[in-house]
């Protein structure tokens, strides 16, 4: 299986601060990654998927990159609204599996 | 409006068996990859189960011969068997719609989730 680690596990931040997250795959998974976000009592939303591709209605502050087994979301200015725990998940090869989570926190 | 429903979480003791379902509404499952994912108490994501629009299952090796994915066409619902259930398998069950770009890449649409507490 596929281990997906994520760096930091939690982040204290300021609004407007530039936030990146870090995630490593334990082999190559190509660009077959997707990052979420998810608040306290809710599901999961989807923020970009193919490692880099935004989906529709994330706001461009929003951008992933990466390849192979290193992967980054980076926050461009944090909003209030981006208070929340972000995952990785591979989607190279079966069973599918998501990092341990990055929470990012007010400083 | 896309939208999933869970239901059929509750309390179990151990060794027994739950189904969930999912309803879902302005799209048809039998056309789209659904997944479960799940979630302990205060811990990460955990994915569980996908099918395929042909059929095609594939299962978390923490569930393989324990939880069955299925589908109703008519019904538009997805289902969750769960069987020999353990203390392990306590968690928040989402239900999801994958966004598929000739193959999955990320779930664009979850449900609100139903919980599933196994202990005596």
């Known amino acids: 299986d596929i281990q997906m680690t994520q760096s930091p596990s939690i982040l204290s931040a300021s609004i407007g601060d530039r936030v990146t997250i870090t995630c490593r795959a334990s082999q190559s998974i190509s660009a077959w990654l997707a990052w979420y976000q998810q608040k306290p009592g809710k599901a999961p939303k989807l923020l970009i998927y193919?490692?880099?591709s935004l989906e529709s209605g994330v706001p461009s502050r929003f951008s992933g990159s990466g390849s192979g087994t290193e992967f980054t979301l980076t926050i461009s200015s944090l909003q209030p609204d981006d208070f929340a725990t972000y995952y990785c998940?591979?989607?190279?090869?079966?069973?599918?599996?998501f990092g341990g989570g990055t929470k990012v926190a007010i400083k | 409006e896309v939208q999933l429903v869970e239901s059929g979480g509750g309390l179990i003791q151990p060794g027994g068996s739950l189904r969930l379902s999912c309803a879902a509404s302005g799209f048809t499952v039998s056309n789209n990859y659904m997944s479960w994912v799940r979630q302990a108490p205060g811990r990460g994501l955990e994915w569980v189960s996908i099918?395929?629009?042909?059929?095609?299952?594939y299962y978390a090796d923490s569930v393989k011969g324990r939880f069955t994915i299925s589908r109703d066409n008519s019904k538009n619902t997805v289902y969750l068997q769960m069987n020999s259930l353990r203390a392990e398998d306590t968690a928040m069950y989402y239900c999801?719609?994958?966004?598929?770009?000739?193959?999955?890449?990320?779930?664009?649409?979850w449900g609100q989730g139903t919980l599933v507490t196994v202990s005596s």
């Open positions: 998940q591979q989607y190279n090869s079966y069973p599918l599996t």
């Open positions: 193919k490692a880099s």
């Open positions: 999801a719609r994958e966004k598929v770009e000739a193959t999955s890449v990320g779930i664009d649409c």
């Open positions: 099918i395929y629009s042909d059929g095609t299952t």
